[in-house]
């Protein structure tokens, strides 16, 4: 049931599951962390605002940052301006992405003002942003959407269509409106009804917690890929199970040992690239990924508690010791900090990416 692979024009994506773009989670380390654990065959930017690349604003353009291990990867970008989302496009293009999307989910109240699900309700505009991107760009172009603004404006079919018309290439359908949130039922339905209307590839987005879910997806809707977000950042191992469970029909789930290795190494990642922000991100994992460990209350009270990376690092180093021999290794902290493997190293690359400011 689970499709080995799908193809946006001559990109091929294998296996054919895809890490959803999350803000403030799905950066270059994260990615990595997917990467490595494998199963996962397109990764995602988080959402990247057009009007501050091409701003060059450095804080937006750190979100493109990304590393050769991370292809086939995909930059989203937001923005209501025809011209302003070409220019971004453009940019995304020469910076060596393998495709460029345009998110039309986010529900923010800051965002729907000047994209993401507000352009759900303003479809003539819609139209010209496709358009003005479609002509700027050779890669190729997908769009990731809600069901629509709110239940009484379900327009998933007649956006998709639309955006097919224009030369776009791939769907990937979150179906839940934009007043919904995150609160109720993803209507998988609508992903079938997507599916059937337009024969570009449709991905399936919502509520995947587990490789059976996404197995009734495919079953259910005939998506050609799946794509996982909250569930990558609780079980990040969820798309190497998606591959075991369609190959064996089972799969392995990780140890509490797999998960503290797991979580140390994300934390080194995170402490040795000293991102910006780098305590709230540490602390946000934490929240996601230590639900199912044991004494993890504990853990998350210890995270909260410290104020720096190292602090955070160091005391979650303590606790593993105390319950995992097995992981006490050397640590990293004080260690050099000069470098920015994550970030890459300061200087500028393709259309003046600032790295790791
Ligand atoms: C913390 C967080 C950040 C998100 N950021 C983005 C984003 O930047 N772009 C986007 O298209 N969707 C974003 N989403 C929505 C997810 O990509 C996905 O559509 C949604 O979580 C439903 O999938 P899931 O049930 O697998 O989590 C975000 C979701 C979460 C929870």
């Not at 224009?166 to 949130?181: D, K, L, N, S």
Request: net charge positive; glycine share 8%.
């Amino acid at each position: 049931m689970f499709p080995a692979e799908y193809k946006i024009r001559d990109l091929t994506i294998r296996p054919a599951a895809v890490l959803a773009p999350m803000a403030g989670v799905t950066d270059t380390l994260f990615r990595r962390v997917i990467r490595g654990l494998g199963g996962c065959g397109l990764l995602m930017t988080e959402f990247t605002s057009s009007e501050g690349i091409t701003r060059s604003a450095a804080k937006t353009l750190r979100y493109l940052y990304f590393q050769e291990d991370e292809h086939p990867i995909t930059a989203q970008l937001f923005g209501a301006n025809p011209a302003v989302m070409a220019e971004a496009a453009r940019m995304v293009e020469d910076l060596g992405y393998d495709a460029v999307d345009i998110n039309l989910g986010c529900p923010a109240k800051k965002v729907v003002k000047c994209g993401g699900s507000g352009l759900l309700r303003d479809l003539p505009l819609l139209e010209q942003i496709f358009c003005a991107v479609r002509r700027a760009v050779k890669i190729p172009l997908t769009i990731k959407l809600r069901a629509g603004w709110d239940e009484k404006s379900i327009v998933a079919v007649e956006v998709a269509r639309l955006a097919e018309s224009i030369g776009v290439e791939a769907v990937a359908v979150h179906p839940r409106t934009r007043m919904q949130g995150y609160a109720g039922r993803a209507d998988w339905s609508i992903i079938a009804a997507v599916k059937q209307a337009v024969k570009i590839p449709v991905i399936g987005n919502g509520d995947i917690s587990r490789p059976e879910d996404a197995e009734r997806m495919f079953r259910e809707t005939c998506c050609d890929a799946v794509m996982i977000g909250r569930a990558a950042a609780s079980n990040p191992w969820i798309f190497l199970q998606m591959q075991e469970f369609a190959e064996t029909g089972r799969y392995t789930i990780p140890t509490e040992a797999d998960r503290f290795r797991l979580l140390i190494d994300y934390y080194r990642r995170i402490y040795a690239a000293n991102p910006p922000d780098g305590v709230g991100k540490m602390k946000q994992f934490a929240c996601w990924f230590t639900h199912s460990v044991g004494n993890g209350s504990e853990l998350r009270r210890i995270v909260h508690a410290a104020r720096t990376s190292g602090e955070i690092l160091s005391n979650v180093e303590s606790f593993f010791e105390g319950r995992a021999a097995a992981l006490a290794g050397p640590s990293p902290v004080g260690a050099g900090r000069s470098e920015d493997p994550a970030y890459g190293p300061r200087q500028r690359v393709g259309c003046e990416a600032t790295l790791g400011t």
